[in-house]
Every structure is written in C-alpha cells, then in structure tokens.
C-alpha cells in the first residue's frame, strides 16, 4: 500500500512539471549556427516547414539566444539577414529574398481583460486592403514596401474594432495591442404561437399554457388530444406512443402527478391508453410545468 502511495505521489509531480514545462517557451541557442541548421530545429521543434530556394540561406548564419516563441525567433532572423518569411498557414512559410528593400510589421494581439492572446483576429492595410490574421498565440505579420505612410485596422468578433498607424510599428519587437470586448444589448425578443397557435408560455414560472378548443392542427393527430398534444412540448415524450404515458424530462409516467379540477388523477388514458380520458372540447384550459421551479 505505502509503495501504491509513492508511486501515485510520483507520477502527479512528474505530471504536474511536465505540464508546467509543456507552457513554457523553449530556449533558443543558437551562436553563429548556419540559418539551414536553424531552420531544421525550428522545423523539428515547432512542427513547422519552411519553403524556400537553397541559395538564398547559404553561408547565412544567425545568433538567437533566450526562451521565445517562434515569430520571435522569425523577427530575429529577419533583423539579421535580408529575408523575409511570408506566412501561408499555422504550419507552412514561404522564406524570400528582400530585394526591393521591402520591411514588414509585426503585433501581438490581446485581450484587455484576460491577457490572452487573440487567434484569427483580422488585419487590413486601408491603402491596398491587403488582409492578414493572428496566430494561435496573437501575432501578425505584414509586408510592406519601404517606409509607407499608412495604417491598419484591426477587427475581431466580439472586440471593438481599432486603427493603428503604421509607423508606430516595426520588425524588430512586435508592439502589443489591447482589445477591448464589445458588449451589446439585444432586444427583448417575443415568441408567439409557440410550437403552435393556442400555446403560450408563464415568464414567472415557465409553465406552459394552452387551450385545447383553440390550438391549431398537430402532426399525427386528426382531431384534439390534451394528453398528445403536450408530447410536441420539449422535455416531454412517450416511448411507448400511449397518451398517459409521458416521461418528462427523463422521469419515469408513474411520478407524473396529473390534477384535473384540482383532483388528483391516477388513470388518464382510455381505450387501450390510445386517447386521454380529458375530453378537449369542454376543457377550458391545459397548464403543464415540468420543473419543480414551475
């Protein structure tokens, strides 16, 4: 029994760091590591693929050194060499050469209130409404040509949209942006002639009401059934197509408590349990709850 307790003590802290390990960033180090070396550890370590031409990374070398995340460690690259990684997917980048001098920006998208980042957030150049969006850990990347006097905007469901100028942003530390939630009012919404005409429902206690003389025509039912008619109510079904038996909200029929003038009924089918013993043409009203609360 005490080596059933260590064991079991054991695996929860070898579990509880292997979690705490598997959040943290990996720990880049890399000094004067050609850049094909450091592709294919990104590669490995990151379960990423680069495309890109062999003579635009040969005899390129880069020094990275710290925990960072992976388009850290991209900006890095690109801060060093005349490179430029586009981004296709969260798995695929395309490695080009920058030879029109061209730059590009980068930002961290975050929720205000949380701190968590923000995946699949839109960002829009107005100039050229070239489009791209976040990571899964809130970063974006845009190419740019030179130094353009532009902005962007940024927008997400659900965030207020905002604009940020582009020349307070740049490749070599991606600027982090706030998002603010955007909660909105709806409208009281009113639901008539639920599930049919003639049902209606209480707002202090959800029961439902109808009146058997004034609903409109059911599925499967040629002439009134009060019984039959509350197995269209949600939560309320017989397995057996029996009028009194109704399981209501997984409960067996024999909890059903069923009141007729205030007089407790024990046997409310008829012939064969087909039909309910309530005639519906003389029953002025029909109130069903399903919950204790109603």
Same mark, same amino acid.
């Given at each position: ?60 070398? !880069? ?56 995946? #699949? ?32 905007? !940024? ?50 206690? #959800? ?88």
């Amino acid at each position: 029994m005490r080596i059933n307790k260590v064991i079991g003590i054991l695996f929860i802290i070898i579990f509880w760091n292997s979690k705490i390990c598997a959040q943290e960033k990996p720990i880049a180090a890399y000094q004067d590591t050609s850049l094909d070396t450091v592709l294919n550890s990104l590669e490995d370590i990151y379960k990423v693929k680069f495309s890109f031409n062999t003579k635009i990374i040969k005899g390129k070398s !880069i020094k990275i050194a710290g925990a960072l995340a992976l388009q850290e460690i991209l900006q890095k690259i690109q801060a060093q060499t005349t490179l430029f990684f586009e981004k296709i997917n969260n798995r695929y980048y395309i490695i080009r050469e920058n030879t029109e001098n061209a730059t590009h920006i980068c930002g961290q998208l975050i929720n205000s209130e949380t701190g968590e980042p923000l995946k #699949g957030a839109s960002i829009k150049k107005r100039s050229n409404g070239s489009i791209t969006v976040s990571d899964d850990q809130g970063y974006f990347y845009l190419p740019l040509k030179n130094k353009e006097e532009d902005s962007i905007t !940024i927008s997400f469901l659900g965030y207020y949209t905002i604009e940020q100028s582009i020349s307070e942003l740049s490749a070599e530390q991606c600027k982090k942006m706030y998002l603010n939630q955007q909660n909105q009012e709806l409208e009281e919404v009113v639901i008539q002639e639920y599930i049919t005409k003639g049902f209606s429902k209480e707002r202090s206690s #959800g029961a439902v009401l109808f009146n058997p003389s004034k609903l409109s025509l059911l599925p499967r039912l040629i002439e009134p059934d009060i019984l039959k008619s509350v197995q269209f109510l949600p939560g309320i079904e017989s397995t057996t197509e029996k009028a009194s038996e109704l399981f209501i909200r997984g409960s067996n029929s024999d909890q059903n408590l069923v009141l007729w003038d205030g007089i407790k009924v024990y046997n409310s089918g008829h012939f064969f349990d087909l039909l309910s013993v309530f005639n519906p043409y003389v029953t002025e009203s029909v109130k069903v709850s399903r919950s204790f609360a109603a």
